[in-house]
């Protein structure tokens, strides 16, 4: 398994428009605890 710590370049949209279509679902696969805490 490869670790990492980085920053990924994503296009604003492309998250929203699936934010919209999947709702919290997404947004809890691609967040970190404290990220999905503050987005709430």
């Not at 990492?4 to 929203?16: A, F, L, M």
């Not at 679902?25 to 967040?31: E, K, P």
Request: net charge negative.
């Amino acid at each position: 398994m490869i670790f990492g710590i980085g920053t990924d370049v994503v296009e604003v949209s492309r998250i929203h428009e699936s934010i919209e279509k999947f709702g919290n679902t997404f947004a809890r696969r691609i967040l970190s605890d404290a990220e999905f805490e503050s987005y709430l």
